[in-house]
């Protein structure tokens, strides 16, 4: 059974910054590519960050330039450190992981920015 479980959300002022860490277990991992959705209220699920295997990132264009995904193959852990944070950035923040061809989702984390 995969589990994802993720930590460090939180309130934070705008312009602050948070971390984000995101634990994946379970039996005979194999993961592709890690990492972080997001969802505000009456939004899609949209795209924040990935980061492959190989180490090569993706980023949503609201994560560019301020956010950056790192990941701990060893450990099975992917991070998200978010900078310069503003209101629009509040959302649950999900962690993902595709492994073998399932896609997986932890149960999210609470970001909120405050203006």
């Known amino acids: 059974q995969v589990r994802l479980v993720e930590s460090g959300g939180g309130l934070v002022q705008a312009g602050g910054s948070l971390r984000l860490s995101c634990e994946v277990s379970g039996m005979g991992l194999s993961i592709n590519a890690m990492g972080w959705f997001r969802q505000a209220p009456g939004k899609q699920r949209e795209l924040v960050a990935i980061?492959?295997?190989?180490?090569?990132?993706t980023y949503g264009d609201s994560a560019k330039g301020r956010f950056t995904i790192s990941r701990d193959n060893a450990e099975n852990m992917v991070y998200l450190q978010m900078n310069s944070l503003k209101p629009e950035d509040t959302a649950v923040y999900y962690c993902?992981?595709?492994?073998?061809?399932?896609?997986?989702y932890g149960q999210g984390t609470q970001v909120t920015v405050s203006s």
């Open positions: 980061i492959r295997s190989g180490g090569i990132s």
């Open positions: 993902h992981a595709h492994i073998l061809w399932s896609d997986y």
